[in-house]
């Protein structure tokens, strides 16, 4: 199994805390079929195929940021009469 130094993730991710979301998210992916993104060793489990991933930047952390919501007025819209 490969070493990783935990201090250089960290860093890599972006905090502590981005490290712990994408390894869970990850994992959780892959325990539902999805395809590694590296060769994994012989024997690695879906946290060190996770982990490799992460080392080879192979996968990164995406913020979701929500879409604008668009406001329709209903009565316009109901009654407005094609051209």
């Known amino acids: 199994m490969a ?4 201090e250089e993730l960290i860093e890599k991710v972006g905090g502590r805390f981005m490290l ?3 390894l869970q998210k990850r994992v959780r992916e892959l325990q539902k ?11 690695a489990g879906f946290k060190e195929i996770a982990l490799q991933e992460i080392w080879e930047g192979k996968v990164e952390f995406v913020p979701f940021e929500p879409q604008k919501e668009e406001r329709f007025d209903i009565e ?8």
């Open 20 to 22: 712990v979301a994408l």
């Open 33 to 43: 079929g999805a395809r590694p993104l590296v060769v994994p060793e012989k024997g």
């Open 3 to 6: 070493e990783y130094k935990t």
């Open 76 to 83: 316009e819209d109901l009654f407005e009469l094609p051209e």
